[in-house]
């Protein structure tokens, strides 16, 4: 705890390192068709590109939630709520589409708290939104607004 802390700068790199996933963390995976043949395989992120390496990172994470929140049995988790607090607030509309993409297609239901200027990326994937404001930093004003689909 104390190096964790410390300022000294070799401390800083030190806890930089251990801290950074990529320096210590390694995993090999398979990409499968829907028939059971390999895509690809995955050394950890070996060779991808940066949108490559994020598609993988997104698939991954929800993959993990959807293997420890469903049975082998189920096609979607019984419970699928994922809660994302500034929810792509520094990443492009191509990586909100392609993350949201990968989320819905697992099964989840997302609940986002993000910015405004993301809503219009956001729009094929939402159901419902509630605006929260504050400008005078004194009460919050709420805004909801619940879109209908086809045969509602």
């Not at 990443?91 to 239901?109: K, L, N, P």
């Not at 009460?139 to 689909?149: I, K, L, N």
């Amino acid at each position: 705890m104390t190096r964790l802390g410390s300022s000294q700068s070799a401390d800083r790199a030190w806890r930089a390192r251990v801290l950074d996933t990529r320096e210590h963390v390694t995993f090999l995976a398979r990409e499968l068709e829907a028939d059971g043949t390999v895509r690809s395989v995955h050394d950890s992120s070996a060779g991808l590109s940066g949108g490559q390496r994020q598609r993988l990172v997104v698939f991954c994470l929800a993959a993990a939630l959807r293997y420890q929140l469903a049975s082998e049995d189920e096609s979607v988790p019984r419970y699928g709520t994922i809660v994302l607090d500034e929810a792509f607030d520094k990443s492009d509309s191509t990586y909100t589409r392609m993350a949201m993409d990968i989320f819905v297609e697992f099964g989840f239901h997302m609940v986002l708290a993000t910015p405004q200027k993301l809503l219009q990326t956001l729009e094929p994937y939402l159901g419902a939104v509630t605006s929260v404001s504050n400008p005078s930093r004194r009460a919050s004003s709420m805004a909801h607004v619940r879109f209908e689909t086809e045969g509602e």
